[in-house]
């Protein structure tokens, strides 16, 4: 159905021709989006590559067929991130096995996984998890009778790094499978499959598709039959995202890298400045030359990303920060074209200071997003 793009391309040109099908005179670069549920399936069921809208849809494929060639192995599709999270979870850890994960890790991957939050569905069924700091050797020493170690890097929202390849290499030879949560990065900045891991989670809400309007996930798998296991539990439970969102997606992943290049090196000159400023503390960004993470990131990632965090002085501080601002719109999530930020304590559940604020870099000029932030911070 469509042609995979030349590995020897560069990203720019692979994000904009993944997944398009071949030049036929008078057929358009990227077909609009299937809307069906049943398609015409005379005799076999086998013999039709579509029967049914719960078991695939060509613009689904051919947005993951984009993604498996900027992931480098099989790409499903799911309808938000947190389903992508679950479908693994949910087939890669049997009932009584025993998980790893970071103390840190996305909230809600917390929330469904462990026993400590109500709504605990995994944990119901007799999974044990153990949790470690992403940074040090905890999630190294749990090891032992693992079935997953799941990771995240960077972590959402305090951007610590951990060696996926070294994680990987102990997990494999402990027997375990490794999943890596590759949200904050993207399959542009960072390629967990190459670097030894299993699975690929990403939010595709967020840089993924980059303009705030859209909610979905996807799972890369380096092995065909994981993915034909976790396309069947898709199929039967009925995860499925919709052609409308899909096709918006693929649409939107032509610009991925010109986004991603603004906000990673708008990020660096914002996050040099952060670091400076009198009013501000705990700045973390893995491209400072200065933070903890940044020898591992600049080892594992080819830039560093548009999400910065950052500390005020107190909850108040913050809101004075946002009333002065702008340019910086007070909302969750990250990744969008437009500069964001929020002050993550508000939630509860992350091990964050009550000024603690995650910031994620849009696509304004970076000369009117310092003075936006010289002015707030004045404010402060």
């Keep these: 159905m469509s042609t995979a793009p030349n590995p020897g391309w560069h990203d720019g040109t692979r994000v904009v021709r993944a997944g398009l099908p071949d030049a036929t005179p008078g057929t358009p670069y990227l077909a609009g989006p299937v809307f069906a549920a049943p398609y015409h399936a005379p005799g076999d069921p086998a013999a039709s590559p579509f029967t049914y809208g719960r078991f695939s849809n060509p613009t689904w494929v051919a947005y993951e067929q984009a993604l498996e060639a900027l992931e480098g192995g099989p790409c499903l599709l799911f309808p938000s991130g947190m389903a992508a999270t679950a479908a693994v979870l949910a087939t890669m850890v049997p009932p ?9 890790s996305y909230y809600t991957t917390r929330v469904i996984a462990t026993q400590d939050f109500p709504g605990a569905w995994f944990a119901a069924q007799g999974i044990r998890v153990v949790t470690a700091p992403t940074v040090g050797d905890g999630l190294r020493d749990a090891l032992t009778g693992a079935a997953v170690l799941w990771l995240e890097s960077p972590t959402n929202p305090a951007l610590d790094v951990c060696d996926i390849a070294a994680l990987a290499e102990a997990a494999h030879a402990a ?5 890596v949560d590759n949200t904050t990065a993207t399959p542009l900045l960072q390629q967990p499959l190459a670097l030894g891991a299993d699975f690929a989670v990403v939010s595709d809400t967020k840089a993924m598709t980059g303009h705030a309007d859209l909610v979905l996930g996807h799972v890369a798998c380096r092995d065909a039959a994981h993915a034909e296991t976790i396309r069947t539990w898709r199929t039967r439970m009925g995860v499925i995202a919709g052609p ?3 096709w918006l997606a693929h649409r939107s992943l032509a610009t991925l890298d010109v986004r991603l ?4 090196d708008t990020a660096m000159q914002i996050a040099t400045m952060l670091a400076a400023h009198p009013k501000v503390h ?3 960004y ?22 910065i965090s950052f500390a005020l002085d107190d909850a108040a501080a913050v809101t004075r920060f946002f009333a002065a601002s702008r340019l910086v719109y007070e909302a969750t999530s990250f990744g969008g074209v437009h500069t964001s930020a929020e002050r993550r304590a508000r939630w509860g559940g992350d091990a964050v200071s009550e000024g603690f604020v995650r910031l994620s870099i849009g696509l304004e000029d970076v000369r009117d997003l310092v003075n ?3 002015r707030a911070l004045g404010a402060v």
Excluded: N, Y
Excluded at 96 to 104: C, D, I, R
Excluded at 175 to 179: D, M, P, R
């Design 96 to 104: 009584g096995a025993k998980l790893v994960m970071p103390a840190e």
């Design 175 to 179: 027997g375990a499978l490794v999943v």
């Design 244 to 246: 409308m969102e899909a």
């Design 261 to 264: 290049a603004r906000q990673c």
């Design 282 to 284: 705990g700045v973390r």
């Design 286 to 307: 893995p491209g400072l030359p200065t933070d903890p993470s940044h020898a591992i990131a600049s080892r594992q990632m080819t830039r560093f990303g548009g999400v």
């Design 372 to 374: 936006d932030f010289e």
